[in-house]
């Protein structure tokens, strides 16, 4: 399962990095692997927050 999410944050860090690196420089697999870090603190982020949008939201006093 954990390679699943690895594969898959690799596969997408792969396409981002194909368009501004050319694949067969010596330093893709750097900037690959940074731009999946990248992606990773992004997701982790959206699910650290996401509990706290939704309470805000329901705290929010009706308005008509």
Not at 43 to 61: E, G, L, Q, T, Y
């Amino acid at each position: 399962m954990l390679g699943w999410i690895v594969r898959g944050l690799l596969m997408a860090a792969g396409v981002v990095t194909g368009w501004f690196v050319a694949k067969d420089a010596p330093n893709f697999g750097v900037v690959q692997m940074m731009v999946a870090l990248l992606l990773l603190t992004l997701v982790v982020a959206v699910i650290a927050f996401w509990p706290d949008r939704w309470k805000i939201r329901s705290n929010r006093p009706n308005r008509m």
